[in-house]
């Protein structure tokens, strides 16, 4: 860099070019870089650090011939891909970001799914796991089986524990999640962790019995909402055709128990959604949402033999998504304030030194480490997916069983061990050399079921593909729109 | 601004200098009253108390000094007048001078550590001097078992404290023992703390609210190398802000802006949110026209309105990054208005004044007014704020808002 001098500072001073690099002594510290659109790259630093190049600026980067009065080359020093004599401190710091971005591994599982029943009053064609039955011997989890879930629950070392009731409809064995509340209460005395509870629902049955004690206990409520009533009700078949109308109320009567912000709601995305994503996020919006999580559809269960009614091609989901994100941005710009939550993950691995702890965009993979599934029948599955993927038959994530199993045999197993260990991107083919891997994560479950293996090939990898295009769709607004970089910012501090 | 130095006049002449706590009760308990000198009301020694260390009067004039008495009797000059019961001075009857080391009423106190500095920064306002001054030490060792249990932060400054080693972790402890209460503000470079076993002899003395206050210029080392005048200097700051915040003692990131760090403020922002998250707060700050400043001020004046782009996108990246940030020494009148709920009143009130034409300001007592050293050199655009032109932007910090004072 040139150094300009300062014929007004005192001699008894140094000029500032006493301090600065004489002599080209740069060394090039790892970074990957990848095209993102013409003649523009991304290149990342091991901490996910980004900075967008002309092609010229990354064959210099790469060659180490970058001149040091480039102007850029003081901004390969401040994000840490060079190094030169005037500083070495960028090592620590890059060993510390790498640390923080590794933070969550240390505290272990914090999720815990508990599947209470499968029974539910819902017929959804995209479903995977759930049976309209009224055998209750059958599908709902005995408090036996509660009681070894929660020994499992607190032998996780994690400060932080999330117990979610999922179904089937959880609320058709409230009593058993009633069970588990207070007996994990109870345990929580001498235990002092912070426990949070969510129950994920379709809130159709829920009463104000029920209400009262989700108030008593702060118990976070998870509901489904898919977009206006005439899609939501197509989607989400029940008797009466009134799924709608009893989600609407249910989240209104939540509200109105729990407050405002106890409810959240997913929306799943069918073939039906794709030319909808401004009437779905008009939705949210009119039901008092300031946030909506667009969600791809798990290729899983029931929702694969249903694929062809369904299912869509990975370009027509992305053609979709920045539909409804290019929407969301322009609700913004008008003072709307509402955010998307898979940006809002990706931004906060993108601008931000923290990770997150969505399961999907982790390496190594947060099966196992991150969330633990207990099944009503007391099998032990590695995720929400993996126990969708065993109703199809295939038990490949089964990782035990509660009665059968210790809590060392099932988390030092080797089928869960060797899941993390041959996919973490750190080095599966492809994702090792890819700039994006600081924002990615690794999907086993789903390249297994997809493509029969699960490490998976990138190039027509669903995941990667979907990945892909939504990284470079946020580092193009984030370069090119200052106004959608703006609001795109403060999501990912949010 | 307030005096803390001054002349005395003594009766006789003691060896080593005094330090004491002045007080008015003359029934104090006789095994405490070496450490105390009693304020007389008048100069009337005839009646005074006697076993205290002193006895102390103020000047009015050419009164002779009362004789006649074995015992100590200073007459301090009148503009320390404002001393009264609970403050602590420094009495050196050789030399014939006083130092206030501690006022019991204010909420500035600092204790003063050394005039040497490992660094030589370009606007330093208290240049360093290479002095053998562990006197100091010793003497605020002997003040800080006198000091108010209920003062609320006392602020460590020198020069470089942490030159000071094992003798600055002794002040430490002291505060701890007998100021348990007192938040306790280091100025410090930092760059010790590069040495990890230093930072864990820090945490280890326990401090319930001890916090470093540490200069950082740019995101480039060569930059604050030169802000600083020391090479290395810089990653040895980063280093001891990560053996901090490794060990668990709280940091505060301080900048002072000028015309060499103002350019990449909105860059350093972004540096500290990504490599430095974990200080406590980020204090913004106007220079102080003191020391080397005066015969730097071609390279280093900058009128504050000038920056006021950068500063904003400086603030917005530490606030949007979930960082608390403050803005210190800089005027209401040359801040952007989406500034103001982040400037805070910092000047000490022993050296803060306004200007005449402040009187008018609607906003003054919102303001953090002017060091007493400003007149070398303010900005060209300080004017009143009329009342019409307060948004209630101050609502976030300003306490008179709702209430008759409101603005």
Partial sequence: ?494 | MIKLYGRIRASRSTGEPLIVRLTSDGELDSTVRQQHAYLLPNVDLSNAPRGFAATVSVSDGDTPLPGGSDSLHVELPQELGYLGPGDIVRLNTQAREVRVLYRVNSPHNSLFVTERCNSNCIMCSQPPKDVDDSFLVQDLLHAIPLMSPETRELGITGGEPTLLGEKLCQLISACREHLPETGLHVLSNGRLFAYLPFAHRMASIGHPDLMFGIPLYSDLAHQHDFVVQAKGAFDQTIRGLLNLGRTGVKTEIRVVIHDQTYSRLPQLAEFIARNLPFVSHIALMGLEMMGYVKMNLGTLWIDPVKYQRELSQCVHTLDEAGLSVSIYNHQLCVLDRSLWPYARQSISDWKNEYLDVCQDCSVRDHCGGFFASAKLRYSDYIQPIPPDQVTCSLAPTCKAVGSSSCP
């Fill in chain 1, 1 to 494: 860099m040139i150094s300009v001098a300062l014929p007004q500072l005192s001699r008894r001073f140094e000029q500032p070019d006493h301090y600065g690099p004489r002599d080209q002594t740069a060394r090039t510290l790892p970074f990957r870089f990848i095209r993102l659109d013409g003649d523009r790259y991304v290149a990342t630093n091991l901490a996910g650090e980004h900075i967008v190049l002309p092609r010229g600026a990354i064959v210099d980067l790469v060659n180490g011939t970058t001149r040091p009065d480039d102007p850029r080359y003081v901004d390969f020093l401040r994000k840490h891909f060079l190094i030169d004599t005037s500083s070495d401190v960028a090592l620590d710091l890059l060993a510390v970001k790498y640390r923080t971005k590794q933070a969550l591994l240390a505290q272990f599982t914090g999720l815990h799914i508990f599947v209470v029943t499968l029974r539910c009053d819902h017929a959804c064609p995209y479903c995977q796991v759930s049976r309209v039955s009224s055998d209750k011997l059958a599908y709902d989890m005995t408090t036996q089986t509660a009681d070894k879930a929660i020994d499992f629950l607190f032998r996780s070392p994690n400060p932080n524990l999330k117990v979610e009731f999922q179904g089937g409809e959880s609320l058709l064995n409230f009593e058993l999640i009633r069970y588990v509340v207070e007996r994990v209460k109870e345990r929580n005395v001498t235990e002092a962790r912070n426990v949070e509870f969510v129950i994920a629902t379709n809130l159709a049955l829920i009463t104000d019995d029920m209400l009262q004690f989700c108030l008593a206990h702060q118990i976070w409520i998870s509901t489904s909402l898919d977009g206006p009533r005439a899609l939501h009700n197509a989607n989400r078949p029940r008797p009466g055709h009134d799924s709608y109308e009893r989600t609407i109320e249910g989240i209104q009567r939540c509200r109105s128990v729990l407050g405002h912000g106890a409810v959240s709601a997913l929306m799943t995305t069918t073939k039906k959604s794709l030319d909808k994503p401004e009437a779905i996020i008009d939705e949210y919006l009119a039901r008092g949402f300031n946030s909506i999580f667009l969600r791809w559809l798990s290729p899983f269960g029931f929702a694969s033999k249903t694929a062809g009614a369904l299912g869509y091609s990975t370009d027509a989901w992305n053609r979709f998504y920045e539909r409804g994100l290019r929407y969301i941005m322009k609700l913004n710009k008008g003072g709307c304030r509402i955010r998307e939550e898979y940006a809002r993950l990706v931004l906060r691995k993108i601008l931000t030194p923290y990770a997150t702890s969505y399961v999907d965009l982790q390496s190594p993979t947060g099966l196992g480490l991150s969330v633990v599934v207990y099944n009503y029948d007391g099998d032990i599955y590695a995720s929400d997916e993996s126990r969708m993927l065993a109703e199809t038959g295939d038990r490949s994530f089964r990782l035990g069983n509660l009665e059968k199993d210790s809590y060392e045999d099932v988390f030092l197993s080797d089928r869960l061990l060797t899941v993390i260990d041959t996919t973490m991107t750190e080095c599966t083919p492809c994702c090792a050399d890819c700039a994006f891997e600081p924002y990615c994560g690794t999907d086993p479950v789903f390249h297994h079921a997809t493509q029969g293996d699960m490490i998976g090939h990138r190039p027509s990898s669903g995941f990667c593909n979907r990945n892909m295009f939504l990284f470079k769709l946020l580092i193009q607004m984030l370069e090119d729109e200052p106004e959608s970089a703006a609001i795109l910012r403060s999501w990912a501090a949010a």
